[in-house]
């Protein structure tokens, strides 16, 4: 069996494969990592047959969607799972056949109400329904201390207590447990009674995790992040770095197009720069930027919205438009020059 765990922050994600047959599944993929998995599976010589997620999660962006679509491998939820680009949903007790490997489903709500877990003979993944030295949280979106207070003493903890555990995530760089010792010196999991397991998860009092919103929105619905939105335009563009573009200022062959809004135009800006916001760039483009084959160089203030106006200009057939790499902000801060309105 092949077996990697690859981690990301405190997110901890899994490259699982049959040796004999070259199969391979991947578990809760991180979006960061995307070319990572993509590299890992070919340099391990193994054909990805599904992409799955322990849960919905709240805290960093899936890659499950993406590396789908990449790998033509089908992903895999479970069947409460909001997400529309789930192709095989799962439900308790059902099991998924890589290779010669047996993954069992194992429903467990609790942190979020489609959490499961994924049983092999001798190790179990359990997302983020088990922790070491912890559990999921219950206090986001579909969150139940009771049901978790079911899915743990009911059945995760029923299973062999030799069974090695490797949850979705770890703040302390560990990289598994066993449930015998989770079971023996986890501190959660020494409130055997219901009331008062509910009552320490109900007490506890955690930050929200950041990008919650955007988490939940592209998570559940397969839609793209602002970082995706980005990426993919500055891989249809080329940029100019700030000290090229102040060298050729005066006799440049660059059109310098200001894309941010009036008020921080007429603050101030680069040196003969045009100003077309970028709001209006579609609608008004044809009157303003008459010749397709001008080399167009766009800016805003921290180098982002520039990258998207540049793209769309590609787009739009201004095949020589490019980025500034930096912002006005940026421009400012090295010292070159500017003029005001
Ligand atoms: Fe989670």
Redesign the pocket.
């Known amino acids: 069996m092949l077996f990697e765990q690859i981690r990301s922050g405190g997110c901890l994600s899994y490259l699982i494969g049959c040796d004999e047959t070259c199969g391979a599944m991947i578990v809760d993929p991180h979006l960061e990592q995307l070319d990572r998995y993509i590299a890992l599976a070919s340099e391990r010589g193994m054909r990805i047959h599904y992409i799955a997620e322990t849960?919905t999660?709240?805290?960093h962006f899936s890659a499950a969607r993406e590396l789908g679509k990449q790998l033509k491998a089908p992903v895999v939820m479970h069947r409460l799972s909001a997400a529309p680009f789930a192709d095989v949903r799962v439900d308790d007790g059902e099991t998924l056949i890589v290779g010669k490997l047996r993954v069992r489903v194992m429903h467990t709500p609790g942190?979020?109400e489609d959490s499961t877990c994924l049983v092999f003979d001798d190790r179990v993944l359990t997302g983020?329904t088990l922790l070491i030295g912890g559990t999921?949280r219950t206090d986001l979106p579909t969150g139940d201390p009771d049901m978790l207070y079911d899915s743990l003493f009911g059945k995760l903890l029923r299973l062999p207590e030799n069974l090695r555990i490797y949850p979705?995530h770890d703040y302390k760089d560990r990289n598994s447990s066993t449930i015998g010792a989770e079971l023996a010196s986890n501190p959660r999991l020494q409130k055997t009674k219901r009331e008062d397991f509910v009552a320490l998860m109900k007490g506890l009092d955690i930050k929200m995790p950041d990008h919650l919103t955007e988490a939940l929105r592209t998570n559940r619905t397969g839609g793209k992040t602002v970082a995706q939105l980005l990426a993919e335009a500055a891989r249809q563009v080329a940029f100019v770095q700030m000290d090229e573009v102040a060298s050729r200022l005066g006799n440049s062959d660059f059109m310098l197009l200001d894309v941010r809004e009036k008020d921080a135009f007429d603050a101030g800006h680069l040196p003969g720069a045009k100003h077309l916001p970028r709001g209006q760039l579609e609608l008004r483009v044809d009157k303003e930027l008459p010749d397709p084959t001008a080399r167009i160089l766009t800016y805003c203030q921290f180098g982002r919205i520039s990258t998207l106006a540049a793209a769309t200009l590609r787009t739009m057939g201004y095949s020589r438009a490019v980025a500034l790499d930096g912002g006005y902000d940026a421009w400012v801060k090295a010292g070159y020059p500017t003029e005001t309105r």
């Open positions: 849960h999660h709240a805290d942190h979020t983020d999921g979705s």
